[in-house]
């Protein structure tokens, strides 16, 4: 963070200093709500949550070097008292960002959003230093603490922005107010708390709402929802996408043998052949978000083409592939699900396992509320459709819909399975993989499935091991 004193802090957020012999001490480091992440020069946030009160850990956070801790209450230890934690943490990162000369750049869309926001990242830092969003921090906790994370010498902030409901992205967007907005998609993620894909795209174009006159909203030109987002902004628009009219788009897209994408970019400066690391089709849009992104900062369609050809995974479990030592491929994409990505997985897998018996190791995918029978049916139906090897469904009642989807979708039902949890999808797949076979894990969070592929990547190298 920015060089900040105590005294500057407290006038801030509106708190009271507590305990504070010196309240011109600066925090120097890093605002942390994990006292394991506590350094010399930080300000630790303390949260009270369902299991773990962070104001218990006061004392502990100084010793370790916390300048002072931002509480609710007097902790016995420097802090500042706020009626409110997670506000006075939004109001600190509105503050310092007014302060920054960083561009900010923010992103949000149903799928794709950290994928897309880590390619943003590694093109961006090859001009100028860049911080962006961890992993999926993006809600009203995540994205002030990232963005307190910059200092005097960042030049670009990429925030990831999600939602779970109207409003939620124009709070996020006025705690940090973004030059470049960029929307992915309007796709089914959360449609059961939403109600519907249009409410979905009324959440997600608050973000454009949210630009300046001077700022610019870049949108998906292959989605309807999003490309009908350009008359909610005073913003420019720039398109990305493979129609025609798009100004950031890609030409003869196609898959390389191990099923990485490669593509022409072309943009208004000139074109350039880019072949990615990352695996799966669904990675081309996601690149030419990050493109359009990079093009509008000033960077040439060579300078985009090489760091998108160089750029890799900076998330977990997200198309994470491990080969093993017997020949038996990994990929462990548990992190989340959705049926766009469910999709977009399955049809990575297809092209991967080229000549090699694949299998799809599929769990539920939540937050469906109507749409779940449906939406777990048609994935189990297409996984039939790309010809993969063997189904292996995971988990109770959604499971079950996934295998019987597969079954009813023609003979290849008997190449289905429905097992009871992740022990035993590992025990049966210990049992029956072979050399050469292709393995994708993939499931919502709440599901847990990235044990399997743990237990199937540790298998490979060490012998029998168990799902945790």
Same mark, same amino acid.
């Given at each position: 963070?920015?060089?900040?004193?105590?005294?500057?802090?407290?006038?801030?957020?509106?708190?009271?200093?507590?305990?504070?012999?010196?309240?011109?001490?600066?925090?120097?480091?890093?605002?942390?709500?994990?006292?394991?992440?506590?350094?010399?020069?930080?300000?630790?946030?303390?949260?009270?949550?369902?299991?773990?009160?962070?104001?218990?850990?006061?004392?502990?956070?100084?010793?370790?070097?916390?300048?002072?801790?931002?509480?609710?209450?007097?902790?016995?230890?420097?802090?500042?008292?706020?009626?409110?934690?997670?506000?006075?943490?939004?109001? %600190?990162?509105?503050?310092?960002?007014?302060?920054?000369?960083?561009? %900010?750049? &923010?992103?949000?869309?149903?799928?794709?959003?950290?994928?897309?926001?880590?390619?943003?990242?590694?093109?961006?830092?090859?001009?100028?230093?860049?911080?962006?969003?961890?992993?999926?921090?993006?809600?009203?906790?995540?994205?002030?603490?990232?963005?307190?994370?910059?200092?005097?010498?960042?030049?670009?902030?990429?925030?990831?922005?999600?939602?779970?409901?109207?409003?939620?992205?124009?709070?996020? &967007?006025?705690?940090?107010?973004?030059?470049?907005?960029?929307?992915?998609?309007?796709?089914?993620?959360?449609?059961?708390?939403?109600?519907?894909?249009?409410?979905?795209?009324?959440?997600?174009?608050?973000?454009?709402?949210?630009?300046?006159?001077?700022?610019?909203?870049?949108?998906?030109?292959?989605?309807?929802?999003?490309?009908?987002?350009?008359?909610?902004?005073?913003?420019?628009?720039?398109?990305?996408?493979?129609?025609?009219?798009?100004?950031?788009?890609?030409?003869?897209?196609?898959?390389?043998?191990?099923?990485?994408?490669?593509? %022409?970019?072309?943009?208004?400066?000139?074109?350039?052949?880019?072949?990615?690391?990352?695996?799966?089709?669904?990675?081309?849009?996601?690149?030419?978000?990050?493109?359009?992104?990079?093009?509008?900062?000033?960077?040439?369609?060579?300078?985009?083409?090489?760091?998108?050809?160089?750029?890799?995974?900076?998330?977990?479990?997200?198309?994470?592939?491990?080969?093993?030592?017997?020949?038996?491929?990994?990929?462990?994409?548990?992190?989340?699900?959705?049926?766009?990505?469910?999709?977009?997985?399955?049809?990575?897998?297809?092209?991967?396992?080229?000549?090699?018996?694949?299998?799809?190791?599929?769990?539920?995918?939540?937050? %469906?509320?109507?749409?779940?029978?449906?939406?777990?049916?048609?994935?189990?139906?297409?996984?039939?459709?790309?010809?993969?090897?063997?189904?292996?469904?995971?988990?109770?009642?959604?499971?079950?819909?996934?295998?019987?989807?597969?079954?009813?979708?023609?003979?290849?039902?008997?190449?289905?399975?429905?097992?009871?949890?992740?022990?035993?999808?590992?025990?049966?797949?210990?049992?029956?993989?072979?050399?050469?076979?292709?393995?994708?894990?993939?499931?919502?969070?709440?599901?847990?499935?990235?044990?399997? &592929?743990?237990?199937?990547?540790?298998?490979?190298?060490?012998?029998?091991?168990?799902?945790?």
């Amino acid at each position: 963070m920015i060089a900040l004193s105590l005294a500057e802090i407290a006038a801030v957020v509106g708190g009271q200093t507590h305990d504070i012999p010196d309240p011109s001490a600066e925090v120097t480091g890093p605002v942390v709500r994990d006292s394991r992440e506590v350094g010399p020069g930080t300000l630790f946030a303390a949260f009270a949550g369902e299991r773990v009160d962070g104001h218990d850990f006061a004392r502990q956070v100084v010793e370790a070097g916390a300048v002072a801790v931002l509480a609710s209450r007097p902790v016995g230890v420097p802090a500042i008292v706020v009626e409110d934690v997670q506000s006075a943490l939004g109001a %600190l990162a509105r503050h310092v960002v007014r302060r920054l000369g960083a561009t %900010l750049v &923010a992103l949000t869309g149903s799928a794709g959003k950290t994928s897309t926001k880590d390619l943003i990242a590694q093109v961006l830092q090859r001009k100028a230093p860049t911080v962006w969003t961890p992993g999926s921090l993006n809600n009203e906790i995540g994205l002030p603490l990232t963005a307190l994370s910059a200092t005097e010498e960042t030049r670009f902030l990429v925030l990831e922005m999600g939602a779970r409901g109207i409003g939620h992205i124009r709070y996020l &967007a006025d705690l940090t107010p973004p030059k470049i907005g960029l929307v992915l998609n309007v796709g089914s993620a959360h449609i059961g708390e939403f109600g519907g894909r249009e409410q979905i795209a009324q959440a997600k174009g608050e973000l454009v709402e949210a630009l300046p006159e001077d700022g610019t909203a870049v949108l998906n030109a292959d989605d309807p929802l999003v490309r009908a987002m350009a008359s909610r902004t005073k913003a420019k628009v720039i398109l990305f996408g493979e129609s025609d009219e798009a100004d950031v788009r890609a030409e003869n897209v196609r898959l390389t043998d191990s099923g990485q994408p490669a593509f %022409l970019l072309r943009t208004p400066s000139g074109a350039s052949e880019v072949t990615m690391r990352l695996y799966g089709e669904h990675h081309v849009s996601n690149a030419l978000a990050a493109a359009a992104v990079a093009h509008e900062l000033g960077m040439s369609a060579e300078e985009i083409a090489t760091a998108l050809s160089e750029a890799g995974s900076l998330s977990r479990w997200r198309m994470e592939v491990t080969e093993r030592p017997d020949g038996v491929t990994i990929v462990n994409d548990a992190y989340n699900a959705n049926p766009e990505s469910m999709r977009a997985a399955l049809r990575a897998l297809a092209a991967m396992g080229r000549g090699r018996r694949t299998w799809a190791v599929l769990g539920k995918m939540a937050e %469906l509320g109507d749409e779940a029978l449906a939406e777990h049916d048609a994935v189990g139906r297409l996984a039939v459709r790309l010809n993969v090897g063997k189904l292996v469904a995971v988990g109770g009642r959604e499971a079950s819909w996934l295998q019987l989807g597969a079954y009813n979708e023609g003979s290849w039902g008997e190449e289905s399975v429905h097992v009871s949890d992740a022990q035993a999808a590992v025990d049966l797949l210990r049992s029956e993989l072979r050399p050469g076979d292709v393995v994708l894990v993939k499931a919502s969070r709440s599901v847990g499935l990235e044990s399997v &592929a743990q237990a199937l990547v540790e298998t490979g190298a060490e012998g029998e091991v168990s799902a945790r």
